[in-house]
């Protein structure tokens, strides 16, 4: 493993902005009667893609805070957020989001994006945003169901009539392995409710799906899964999952074919990321 390399570089970039549309997550927070934010916490902040189009919501001026366990995602954020809604105060810092670097009871909002599928103890991560959001303050967390992802999508090209069973199956070792090494969960959207309903701090959960569906040629799509295969470290976690080699090969194989049987055809990509809204009780 290469860790100099800073974490998610290979899929942190600007194609996040079209995630979310702006005026779909406007309605949410319009439908969600959120009150006045002096004040936000953007946990693992990454690019700041997420961060800057909620932010961009509010015309009143905002003191946001970000943190990232990376240098090099606390510098990139202080670029965009600069660039994006240069209306509101942005400081950023590096710091583990385990271990929240802020006082209590500090931010009216509080908000994450991918950030709990790379977590070994997620718990811990929501237990901190709560600890730092004030009474009444809002929490949103936006998290995939990416095992999910894979189905939708093989289930996309198997318009082809080519039999995908190959690629989610390893798709899903690849997830236990990760769980199983504490390296997170990349589903974790489908247990997300039961943890935050549990928290004896938060109130109501209500839950929104982002409306984004990408429609292109499949080839780039494919490339991109086909590239995932080459990576050493995300097949041995397919391996330690348990699944076997020719189980891999065949499923390459059919990422092979597929873009050959796909060709200047066009298929649907699904984005299926889940956005949490809770409140912390007054």
């Known amino acids: 493993m290469n860790t100099s390399r800073p974490h998610s570089i290979d899929y942190i970039d600007d194609e996040r902005y079209q995630w979310w549309s702006k005026p779909h997550l406007e309605s949410i927070v319009n439908r969600l009667e959120i009150g006045a934010v002096s004040s936000m916490l953007d946990v693992g902040v990454g690019g700041g893609h997420w961060g800057t189009l909620l932010a961009s919501l509010y015309t009143d001026r905002i003191e946001i805070a970000g943190v990232d366990v ?24 590096k710091g583990d989001a385990h271990h929240l670097p802020f006082d209590d009871r500090q931010f009216d909002l509080a908000t994450c ?12 991560v929501v237990n901190e945003m709560v600890r730092v959001t004030k009474p009444g ?24 009539e080519i039999d995908t069973t190959s690629l989610w199956k390893v798709w899903a070792y690849y997830n236990r392995a990760r769980q199983i090494a504490g390296y997170g969960d990349e589903n974790i959207a489908a247990t997300l409710p039961t943890l935050l309903r549990n928290h004896p701090d938060l109130t109501s959960i209500n839950a929104f799906q982002t409306e984004t569906i990408r429609i292109g040629q499949p080839d780039e799509t494919i490339q991109t899964i086909q590239s995932e295969f080459e990576k050493p470290q995300i097949v041995n976690h397919m391996m330690e999952g348990g699944a076997t080699r020719k189980q891999i090969d065949d499923a390459a194989s059919t990422l092979s074919r597929l873009r050959k049987k796909l060709e200047n055809q066009l298929v649907t990509s699904p984005t299926p990321l889940i956005l949490f809204a809770t409140q912390k009780h007054s």
């Open 70 to 93: 990376e240098q090099h995602w606390v510098t990139q954020s202080e670029y965009a957020y600069k660039e994006q809604v240069p209306q509101h105060c942005y400081t950023a810092s």
């Open 113 to 124: 994006q991918t950030l709990l599928m790379h977590c070994h103890t997620p718990r811990q």
């Open 137 to 160: 303050g809002s929490l949103f967390i936006a998290e995939p169901m990416n095992y999910v992802n894979r189905v939708l999508l093989s289930s996309c090209l198997a318009a082809s």
